[in-house]
């Protein structure tokens, strides 16, 4: 195996192989997973860039990692020993904005945000919009099929996705879905490939769904309680009313307090949660006052409606804050679990008697609109990185709990490497078996992003 050949076909100027250099491209955000050491890594600039590696990693069997910004929760762009790691940060070109289809066709290193910035002059917005998405890239979003905080009215990144160029482990460049409102011929590979963490093929270029931005700001409600329970009770009965809020969120005492430590914002030292919820439609008026009623039956003891954009912002900076509040404090494993939202008062309880039972520190935040729950392991740092027993047997009771609730081991973060273990217990085994029977069919020599998900 010579990765000069490599160099030759794609040009030595987009190809590492100095491993102090490529160390920063061994791991992502999931500090837990133990990452290997690449043979290369390769500055992809264009879908041929990654064909030719693709070719040249099928010709010697050469297991290939696709990485965007390195934002993912669950390890599934942890490099693997003797990989070649290919980057898709270079590939940020917006290629087309077009208002009259409501679409965007953008590469996968562009960065979340900026699709919406280069939407806005039109009226229109991208709206998946996961907690990273001022550094998250496009490819990372679709490859976990992340979600966001409008995701409870706007939907998850598979729904903004109408079509994608995708290289696969051979080396052929392929183009799913389409440009157009419906369509159902053949398989619905796009579908398939959104979420499916670089196992079945490298995604280089997507078509984009667009909304019109609302015509007005949003109205933002915002409520405290004194028990997890009262504030998931309020969010069941949100949802049952058919509200419909563009945002609905939750979060409890214990990041609030790492929150407030960290930027003194001030809060009250009885609050158990505080949920944030906005309305952004025509009704925005009538669904907050709606919002807010349910809030104060459910027991809040502060409530507060505001149509300020500076307020909002800041409250909604506090739920983006969650997580750095929370490595401040310990070393972090990041979870995520979407039960039916009926059951969110239940899954909430269930956490807390995790954390009781196992004296482990547990900090929970939500997309409660949704029922997609992120409770957040906080431990101290060991000197071999492992995780202490104590916190895989809370984080196992907190999964197989979301299971027999009717829920799911991941929302949005995927599989990676953290969860392939519990993965079996909500698929089954037959289903297991067609899943790797589709891996086999995409990727038959199993080169790409081997040992993620399943």
Not at 123 to 131: N, T, V
Request: aromatic share 4%.
């Amino acid at each position: 195996m010579s990765v000069h050949e490599l160099a030759r076909s794609i040009g030595s100027s987009r190809l590492i192989t100095d491993p102090a250099v490529m160390d920063s491209y061994r791991r992502d955000e999931a500090h837990l997973a133990e990452p290997g050491h690449p043979v290369a890594v390769m500055l992809a600039e264009t879908a041929a860039d990654i064909s030719e590696a693709l070719k040249w990693a099928t010709a010697h069997r050469v297991p290939v990692v696709t990485r965007g910004a390195g934002t993912g929760l669950a390890g599934g762009g942890t490099a693997v020993e003797g990989c070649l790691v290919i980057s898709t940060t270079r590939m940020r070109s917006i290629l087309e904005v077009n208002p009259d289809d409501q679409l965007a066709v953008v590469e996968a290193g562009v960065i979340n945000a900026d699709i919406s910035r280069s939407a806005d002059e039109y009226g229109l917005m991208y709206a998946p919009d996961p907690s990273s998405f001022e550094i998250s890239t496009i490819g990372g979003n679709i490859a976990t099929n992340a979600g966001g905080l409008r995701c409870v009215k706007y939907g998850v990144t598979r729904d903004s996705v109408l079509g994608l160029e995708v290289v696969l482990a051979d080396g052929r460049i392929v183009r799913t879905g389409r440009r157009t409102v419906k369509g159902v011929a053949g398989y619905d590979l796009t579908s398939l490939l959104v979420g499916s963490e670089g196992t079945l093929g490298v995604v280089t270029s997507a078509t984009l769904k667009l909304q019109p931005k609302p015509k007005r700001a949003p109205v933002t409600v915002v409520g405290s309680f004194d028990s997890l329970r009262s504030a998931a009770d309020a969010v069941a009965a949100v949802v049952r009313d058919g509200i419909g809020p563009s945002l609905l969120e939750l979060i409890d005492r214990a990041t609030l307090r790492a929150v407030d430590d960290w930027k003194r914002i001030g809060l009250e030292d009885n609050t158990a949660a505080m949920l944030i919820a906005q309305a952004d439609g025509v009704d925005a008026d009538a669904a907050a006052a709606a919002m807010q009623k349910h809030f104060e039956q459910a027991g809040a003891d502060f409530v507060a409606v505001s149509q300020d954009a500076a307020e909002a912002a800041q409250l909604l900076e506090i739920r983006r804050l969650a997580y750095p509040a929370s490595e401040r404090l310990g070393q972090c494993l990041v979870e995520d679990v979407g039960v039916p939202r009926s059951k969110l008062p239940d899954m909430l309880e269930s956490i807390d008697r995790a954390a009781a039972e196992h004296s482990v520190k547990i900090m929970t935040v939500a997309h409660a609109g949704d029922g997609n729950v992120h409770p957040t392991f906080v431990f101290d740092r060991t000197e071999d990185g492992s995780v202490p027993e104590a916190v895989w047997t809370a984080a196992d009771e907190v999964f197989r709990h979301a299971l027999e609730l009717g829920g799911t081991l991941t929302g949005e973060h995927g599989v990676g490497v953290l969860k392939r273990r519990w993965l079996s217990l909500e698929l089954g085994e037959d289903s297991m078996q067609l899943h790797r029977s589709i891996k086999a069919a995409f990727d038959p020599l199993g080169i790409l992003n081997p040992g993620k998900g399943f």
